[in-house]
């Protein structure tokens, strides 16, 4: 018999017995699942696993239970291993890695998550997220500051009632509009403050990009936002509509922008009567002139110049919202006076 062959004959004698451990651990069609040609790839995962598995059961799982927990796991693949071997490291990173811990982890696990609540402690956690985000934000916008007034840009001045119309006629004119005016598409006009850090954002007002969602007002006009019950919720479940969610469902277009706060709340405001006819489910907002936004003030006393966009936010298809009653629905909790 040649060293490879002894050596093969002595994998499968080790594979045998660390399989009957993992059998009597409930842990059998694991090790069933491994064929008999790739079981002396295995030998150290499954004696190490068969070593192991009983000590799991201090984790709160059986062996069995733990490894069945983990058998679906979307962990990438890891090449050269066996089903056997990949199931085993998936289950050691959770078991060592406790944010990925399904059931003790310190981010999403249950059991800690509800001790964090119960504490405080979760409270605490989220307010230093928030105060970071916070400070993020403020750090783009001084930044996007300094660059406008760099580029020799200031406050707009303020648009008198004609000028106001000569926006909106422009308004009126663009093809989304128009598709709403027609009944064809549902549409959502709404204001925003974008807070940088792109000096020339949207670079193109018709197909903007923004991989990092640094302007989520559009996608917030999908879920619930002022105590109010919004217009459309996820078919089928009814739930809310988050706006990671709406990233996938909808995009927007920009209409109109300006430095002044002002200009924009009342061309949004014209706009918004102009569409007020409109039953809802093709306009997508209640009411007409309420949204607002305001400057953002530097720590000391600065106003920070930033553009105020008016949008609209309309599905990626261009069509009504009941063409896409695979993905919503109209929210049944809102007493609407007209719909599609």
Excluded at 286 to 301: D, F, L, M, P, W
């Amino acid at each position: 018999m040649t060293a490879g062959n002894k050596r093969k004959a002595a994998d499968s004698v080790v594979a045998a017995d660390a399989g009957d451990h993992l059998t009597g651990l409930g842990g059998g069609s694991l090790y069933a699942a491994a064929s008999l040609e790739t079981q002396h790839k295995c030998v150290n995962v499954l004696r190490t696993a068969s070593k192991n598995a009983a000590g799991w059961a201090k984790e709160g799982l059986s062996g069995k239970d733990y490894l069945t927990l983990l058998a679906p796991t979307s962990a990438p693949n890891l090449k050269g291993k066996c089903d056997a071997c990949k199931l085993y490291a998936d289950a050691k990173n959770a078991q060592h890695n406790p944010i990925c811990n399904p059931i003790y982890g310190p981010i999403n696990g249950p059991v800690n998550n509800l001790a964090r609540k119960l504490s405080g402690k979760l409270r605490e956690d989220n307010a230093k997220i928030n105060a970071r985000s916070a400070e993020r934000r403020l750090q783009a916008s001084i930044k996007l500051n300094n660059d406008l007034r760099a580029a020799g840009i200031s406050l707009d001045p303020d648009l008198n009632q004609s000028q106001v119309q000569v926006e909106v006629d422009r308004i009126l004119q663009h093809r989304l509009v128009q598709g709403m005016l027609e009944g064809t598409t549902s549409g959502y006009p709404g204001i925003g403050r974008y807070d940088g850090p792109d000096l020339n954002f949207p670079s193109d007002p018709d197909s903007p990009t923004d991989p990092k969602c640094t302007f989520p007002e559009p996608y917030k006009s999908m879920t619930r936002r002022g105590g109010y019950e919004q217009l459309l919720v996820h078919a089928g479940s009814g739930a809310d509509i988050t706006v990671k969610e709406a990233r996938g469902m909808v995009k927007w277009v920009k209409l109109y922008s300006s430095t002044n706060r002002v200009n924009v709340e009342l061309v949004e405001t014209a706009v918004h009567a102009a569409l007020h006819d409109l039953p809802l489910g093709v306009r997508l907002n209640r009411a007409r002139g309420t949204g607002a936004s305001s400057y953002r003030v530097s720590e000391e006393g600065e106003l920070l110049l930033a553009p105020f966009i008016l949008f609209l936010m309309v599905f990626k298809g261009e069509g009504l919202y009941t063409e896409h009653t695979d993905i919503v629905a109209w929210n049944p909790k809102v007493k609407a006076r007209s719909k599609i």
